[in-house]
């Protein structure tokens, strides 16, 4: 529960940070950063089957007040460093995808689907939140990797639990890794293939624009 709650706060902060800068007032701050720290999850039990938890414990309703005041007092100083909300963003990523492969596999689900599922609660916070406020979402980017931190978390998460080798410590290590990885693709500005293979030096842009043939 603590890094559900810490994954929480993070996502809710990165939602705030965004509302923030669009100028919303501070309802809005507070609906869009309950919206990312919560979806993801919300999202997962919703597949799994379940109450979704912020309805049956109601706690998970402090972190995004509590981001909604952080940043209502801080944002100025907050947003001197302008990748401040991808860095809070790749710590609910980081949190979240372990903690929902968790929920899953706690739930009784196969392998694959608990570790699909950490994704989706990895990245789906962060999709609502970025298509709520009209913006390209993060996922889709070209020019960065998202999802497959998350992937990679999940997948971790799933080999250590089918290996016995599942504890607090060993997700620890897990979110870190998701957490590092995000980072460094930041500032190494590292990216995936883009879905069609450019060629004789084309970009992706000028595949796109052909309608006839090459």
Do not use: K
């Amino acid at each position: 529960m603590v890094l559900d709650l810490l994954g929480t706060f993070f996502f809710a902060v990165s939602g705030c940070l965004l509302a923030a800068r669009r100028a919303f007032d501070i309802v809005g701050s507070l609906l869009l950063g309950s919206l990312t720290g919560l979806g993801g999850g919300v999202v997962r039990d919703l597949i799994i089957g379940v109450t979704p938890t912020p309805f049956t414990q109601p706690v998970y309703l402090v972190p995004p007040v509590a981001a909604a005041l952080l940043v209502y007092f801080f944002a100025r100083r907050v947003q001197r460093f302008p990748r401040t909300l991808l860095v809070f963003d790749a710590g609910g990523l980081a949190l979240f995808c372990t903690t929902g492969a968790v929920t899953a596999l706690d739930a009784g689900m196969n392998p694959v689907s608990a570790a699909l599922l950490g994704v989706t609660t990895g990245v789906g916070g962060g999709l609502l939140r970025d298509v709520v406020a009209n913006r390209d979402p993060q996922l889709f980017n070209p020019r960065d990797i998202y999802a497959v931190p998350a992937l990679l978390g999940a997948a971790l998460i799933t080999a250590l639990w089918q290996l016995s080798l599942f504890n607090a410590v060993t997700e620890l290590c897990v979110a870190a890794v998701v957490f590092t990885l995000r980072v460094l693709s930041l500032h190494f500005r590292w990216r995936v293939p883009h879905a069609a293979r450019s060629r004789h030096g084309a970009t992706g842009q000028d595949l796109a624009g052909r309608t006839g043939p090459a």
